[in-house]
């Protein structure tokens, strides 16, 4: 039985800073932000898109009534949580009108957390051949005004609706992850921003990637010349490819321009929205669908994800005859270009707001026409999500 991706959809906020003009403002060189890590733009979440809107909107795009009917088990993969004990994937369960008859739960591990879900997705499609899973991965990235990892900020989520049967990508069930207590990124309660040793974290990712790929080589016998592309987290353009790199000279020149000439194509919509953390490899996954013309069905695709913390895993999938059908580039080329550009003052003024702890009852609207959803304030201490 095959089981994996069978639509895929996304969401971002309809800001975003240039970072040409961040550096400049910061008196970096942009190089340094453009071509050092790969990134031209970063979206901007206002207050009235949060984690749990943002789901919501990305999963809107992709589910019909038939999909809706037929879905009993809906996972959320966020590190930006909005309580400590609710999961945030009942507020989407309700805002789409999905059934009651459902497992509903959150997951948290840094970046992981979406791939989590999908490989208990994975498990659950087989033991339940005739439902569908709603996996959803979202996310604020947030590190701080004129930090190091301040141009590696972003926000946005990408949704999976997982089958048997699957449209778009059909998942081998074996799989390889590796895990281990390191110190690389964290966020203590009390904070609403990221801690990061940035150096150290590189290394763990790609030390991480070379762990699992090899594991799947020995479990699968796959080489790296079975691959079409490589996916990958993408924290920020670059990281992939830093780690690709380490296993490129397992095959001839020929096949390292043509996995770097994919790898191109995956990182389009990342260089212009930045880190969604746990969204971050399904937004590559995305990007190399809608772009990628010379990916063919058959071809098999290689996924690696890494969630800080760390846990690494890495899986693969072949695509099938139908996927091109699924896609909808024309849609997320508009979206990104109907974003409305920040002025550093109201970026750095937006950054810092946030809603009144002390307050019980606060209003927010929102006009984004992207966004069927949003987070609409608090009322007698509850969280509130309205429709449009």
């Not at 999908?118 to 659950?124: F, S, T």
């Not at 003052?345 to 609207?365: H, I, K, M, R, V």
């Amino acid at each position: 039985m095959k089981i994996g991706i069978d639509k895929i959809g996304m969401y971002t906020p309809k800001q975003y800073v240039d970072l040409v003009e961040l550096a400049k403002h910061r008196r970096v060189d942009p190089a340094k932000f453009t071509i050092g890590i790969g990134q031209d733009k970063m979206a901007v979440a206002p207050l009235s898109q949060d984690a749990i809107s943002m789901a919501a909107n990305a999963a809107a795009k992709i589910l019909t009534a038939e999909d809706k009917a037929a879905i009993d088990l809906v996972i959320l993969g966020t590190e930006s949580g909005v309580d400590n004990s609710k999961a945030g994937a009942l507020y989407v369960q309700k805002l789409l009108d999905l059934p009651n008859r459902a497992r509903v739960l959150e997951i948290k591990e840094a970046c992981y957390g979406a791939t989590a879900g999908l490989q208990y997705a994975k498990l659950h499609i087989l033991q339940n051949p005739t439902a569908k899973a709603l996996v959803i991965g979202a996310d604020i990235a947030r590190y701080g005004l004129d930090t190091s990892g301040e141009v590696t900020q972003g926000a946005g989520a990408v949704a999976l609706l997982v089958s048997a049967k699957p449209k778009i990508l059909a998942l081998d069930l074996a799989t390889s992850y590796f895990s281990e207590e390191v110190p690389d990124f964290w966020r203590p309660l009390n904070q609403m921003i990221a801690e990061v040793d940035g150096k150290y974290s590189n290394e763990q990712y790609i030390r991480f990637f070379k762990e699992t790929f090899a594991d799947y080589q020995a479990k699968t016998k796959y080489g790296l010349n079975d691959y079409a592309a490589l996916t990958f987290h993408l924290p920020y353009t670059k990281m992939g490819l830093k780690a690709m790199r380490e296993i490129l000279p397992q095959v001839d020149e020929a096949k390292q321009n043509e996995l770097q000439q994919h790898y191109q194509q995956e990182t389009l919509y990342g260089r212009q929205i930045g880190n969604i953390y746990t969204g971050s490899l399904y937004l590559a996954l995305l990007s190399l669908l809608d772009n990628d013309a010379i990916l063919q069905p058959g071809m098999r695709i290689g996924l690696y994800s890494y969630g800080s913390g760390a846990v690494g895993e890495f899986f693969s999938g072949v695509l099938q005859p139908e996927f091109k059908a699924q896609l909808d580039p024309m849609y997320y080329l508009d979206l990104l270009a109907k974003r409305q550009k920040l002025a550093l003052d109201d970026y750095e003024a937006q950054f810092t707001a946030q809603l009144d702890p002390e307050s019980e009852n606060q209003a927010l609207t929102d006009d984004d026409p992207f966004a069927k959803y949003y987070f609409a304030g608090i009322v007698d201490k509850k969280r509130v999500y309205k429709a449009k």
